[in-house]
């Protein structure tokens, strides 16, 4: 049997079918994609008005009023919950003469209105332009009269899923779910939408904001920079499964909960990486130290027989879910690595204006167990509280960290991108198991072709 095969038939849990190899163009990855201003205002221009983007967590504005303000590029956006409890978007700029209006991350609107620091224009939750000073003085001849009700901020489609608050720039764009296709429907089974966020972490890099995709639509990098890792998953592409979709969005399968058959380590190393989870579900590794990748099968037991008890519900996940990293890239820069209590979600995004810099988010989010308001987060390896409310940390690169593992692929990215920047450097040669990379630039340069939008 192979290792990425189903190993017991209780549930179906999220589809493992392989998806149909895509055509990949014989395009040169270049180096200029990384540091050219030319090229980056393209992207501007072409890339990311068009995508589905996220502006935070439905969480964030519980009630009318709340709102979050998220920016990208020379836009901020809000996302704001209004009185009839939906969650709008606007383009976070009063219509009067331009001014920012507001300047606050997260906030709740006092009497139910948005009121520009400027010259005091009031707009309601909905986005409506409600008042203005001095409204006797809009003459007719002038500008057409009063601007109330007409100058309304300007909206920006949006939708909800998995418990984040989407966005799109494009009136034009498909709707949130059949644009994430098959995404949404793989990833609806682990219940992101009661998940809480417990670590928030943004940095800003000196690096192009590719890298962070380029670097997580691979696992050739994990024996060197991830060398932790060996001792409890299946790295190797031959063990792995890599999924490419029309949608632009991608998929790696890999075995955890143990080594691959390859593994050649000291059998300490496992029992030491996977100490944690073996003790918490009470399996006694003894029986296979001479048959290490064995011990994936018996967690998946162990979890399946004793997870109702600990306050888990895990009847929508099949056996490989409970110890194999599912990790989907969603175009253009945002990563879901998905465990049975929790997730890292990882964005990379263009700084405003040096396409040599990046704004790099972690979020951690956890599904605490059942009447459980402690836990310990085997991949943060940290205890979170779901009474307390993740705090913002920002802050540069090397400054602030991003967890334990993250942190490993923060280092590398600044010195890949000055040697982006060497004349001697001839674009990238790649071998197959990194062709989610390939696939990613052919789906970036399909926008570009498109021209301004």
Known sequence: MS?????????????????????????TITSERYWSPEFAQQEWDALWPRVWQVAGRVDQIPEPGDYITYEIGRDSIIAVRGEDGKVRTFYNVCQHRGNRLVTAEVGSLSGGEFACAYHGWRFGDDGRLNWVPDEDDFRDDFQGGSPCGKRNLVEIQSDTWAGFIWFNMDDGAAPLREWLSPVADHLDVYRMEDMKRTHWVTIVGDWNWKCVQDNFNESYHLPFVHPQTLASMNEHHSGCQFDLYESGHARMLMPGGGPGPQYRGNPERTLKSLKADLDFWGVDPEP??????????????????????????????????LTDNYHYTVFPSISFSMKPDGCIWLRGTPHP???????????????????????????????????????????LAGEVSCGPGIDQDVAIWSTQQQGLRSRGFRGEYMPWQERRIKFFHDEIDRYLTMGPA
């Open 288 to 321: 296979y130290l001479d048959d290490l990748p064995s011990i994936r099968l018996a967690l998946q037991r162990a979890k399946r027989e004793q997870g109702e008890a600990k306050g888990y519900d895990f009847s929508q996940y099949s056996d490989e879910q």
């Open 353 to 395: 204006t040096d396409p040599q810099k990046c704004i790099f988010d972690m979020w951690y989010l956890t599904l605490f167990p059942k009447d459980t308001n402690e836990y310990f987060s085997n991949s943060m390896k940290d205890w979170v509280s779901i009474d307390h409310q993740a705090e913002h940390q920002t802050g």
């Open 3 to 27: 290792i990425i095969e189903t190993t017991r038939v209780g549930v179906r849990g999220t589809p493992r079918d392989k998806a149909p190899e895509p055509t990949l163009s014989d395009a």
